[in-house]
């Protein structure tokens, strides 16, 4: 059921922050107490149920996330239903972290989705990249954001901070810069194959990470 996705405590669709350092340090195949990983400061620490644990949900699919290692930001692969495959942005911020609600299944990519019953909530969070499916996407994998350390890979200074999705079946892989707090497409650099992907023929890649030495 896609509505369950709206549920913070179905299981289902849900982005979690949780902190194993308490635990045991010996295996267990028992389930630990939700309140054993709460770290305390999550949005609904105060419940009693996994809801505790709960930093984001209206999510459909999302089958790839990075962590931004300089913000503590999610960028997540979102795969969608019919018409969108979404790349979406989970924004840590500055103290205890907020509740997010990616829309699913009220919205999908940036258009109205099905519904759910009761109204649709306040505040949905669209993605910073939504890619039609008429365009042979179906199957998108988040990218981390590029952080230029100085490696032997390094971009260059016009790359800090960009964040990089691509497409299983598609094979191309985006860029996208952030001004001012606002995502957009990248400018097009030299050697790019054409004007909307940054890379092409890289069909079939299941992830996207960044390297130790940023890139």
Do not use: K
């Not at 913070?8 to 010996?26: E, H, K, N, V, Y």
Request: charged content about 15%; proline content about 8%; glycine content about 14%.
């Amino acid at each position: 059921s896609a509505c369950n996705a709206q549920s913070l405590t179905s299981q289902s669709g849900c982005l979690l922050r949780i902190d194993p350092s308490l635990l045991p340090a010996t295996p267990s195949t028992v389930l630990p107490a939700y309140s054993a990983i709460d770290p305390g400061d999550n949005p609904n620490s105060a419940a009693t149920d996994f809801s505790q644990l709960v930093v984001g949900h209206g999510l459909r699919n999302p089958f790839r996330a990075e962590i931004d290692p300089l913000t503590g930001n999610v960028y997540i692969g979102d795969v969608g239903a019919g018409s969108f495959e979404e790349y979406s942005e989970y924004v840590r911020g500055v103290g205890n972290p907020t509740l997010v609600n990616f829309g699913w299944p009220w919205r999908e990519g940036n258009i109205a989705g099905s519904t759910c019953s009761g109204s649709q909530p306040p505040g949905l969070v669209d993605p910073i990249g939504a890619v039609s499916h008429g365009g042979g996407w179906a199957a998108v994998m988040g990218g981390a954001r590029y952080r230029n350390l100085g490696g032997q890979y390094d971009f260059g200074p016009s790359y800090e901070g960009n964040a990089f999705y691509l497409d299983y079946y598609a094979g191309q892989v985006r860029r996208l810069v952030n001004n001012a707090g606002v995502w957009s497409a990248a400018p097009v650099v030299p050697g790019q194959p054409d004007a909307t992907n940054w890379g092409t023929n890289f069909a079939s890649v299941t992830s996207l990470r960044l390297g130790p030495d940023g890139a």
